[in-house]
T-cell receptor
Framework: KAGVTQTPRYLIKTRGQQVTLSCSPI?????VSWYQQTPGQGLQFLFE???????NKGNFPGRFSGRQFSNSRSEMNVSTLELGDSALYLC????????????FGPGTRLTVT | QKEVEQDPGPLSVPEGAIVSLNCTYSNSAFQYFMWYRQYSRKGPELLMY????GNKEDGRFTAQVDKSSKYISLFIRDSQPSDSATYLC?????????????FGAGTQVVVTP
């Protein structure tokens, strides 16, 4: 069974631009969570989606948004990029909301210049 | 104070030794406990998943949870150089917030041949 896939793997953007990252969960998994990983703050929860609905949200500004499609694929969008948004963005999927292990993708490394 | 505390290391051990890792937490609502391994430039890989208190063993890995002390541990027996990685503890409260994992900072482990 294929794992969680994320595209693109690497991205370089300029301050003020916006970016969209994509995540395809493991086949059959319906829950997708997004995390930001930085050397200073570690792994921080962004949001969780299940059945196209946002179920939980972390403490990030409104510039960070996401959505989930009917096939469980998910996207996250960051608008008006800031230098501090440079990070590894990780997506994790699980079979159902509220139970089961979470499996992570390889991440998208975003660099903002 | 962070909800989950984890010594960042690095922790250096000789090949064949037992690696002992731990995390403490402050939120008594945490019920689900996980350990992830993350190699450089990769996404976290789930190693162990435990619900509530107790021990769980899987091959060379043993996870322990002591909810009364708010303390979790991971032991790696017969450590190998391939175990060199960053180990992250993660936890969540009730099933409604399952997707919202709280991570420790991660402990860097180096197993020397």
């Amino acid at each position: 069974k294929a794992g969680v896939t994320q595209t693109p793997r690497y991205l370089i953007k300029t301050r003020g631009q916006q970016v969209t990252l994509s995540c395809s969960p493991i086949s059959g998994h319906r829950s997708v969570s997004w995390y930001q990983q930085t050397p200073g703050q570690g792994l921080q929860f962004l949001f969780e989606y299940f059945s196209e609905t946002q179920r939980n949200k972390g403490n990030f500004p409104g510039r960070f948004s996401g959505r989930q499609f009917s096939n469980s694929r998910s996207e996250m969008n960051v608008s008006t990029l800031e230098l501090g948004d440079s990070a590894l963005y990780l997506c994790a999927s699980s079979a159902q909301q509220g139970a089961g292990e979470q499996y992570f993708g390889p991440g998208t490394r975003l660099t903002v210049t | 104070q962070k909800e989950v505390e984890q010594d960042p290391g690095p922790l250096s051990v000789p090949e064949g030794a037992i690696v002992s890792l731990n995390c403490t937490y402050s939120n008594s609502a945490f019920q689900y406990f996980m350990w992830y391994r993350q190699y450089s430039r990769k996404g976290p890989e789930l190693l162990m998943y435990t619900y509530s208190s107790g021990n769980k063993e899987d091959g060379r890995f043993t996870a322990q949870v002591d909810k009364s002390s708010k303390y979790i541990s991971l032991f790696i027996r017969d450590s190998q150089p391939s175990d060199s990685a960053t180990y992250l503890c993660a936890m969540s409260a009730n099933s409604d917030s399952w997707g919202k994992l709280q991570f420790g900072a991660g402990t860097q482990v180096v197993v020397t041949p």
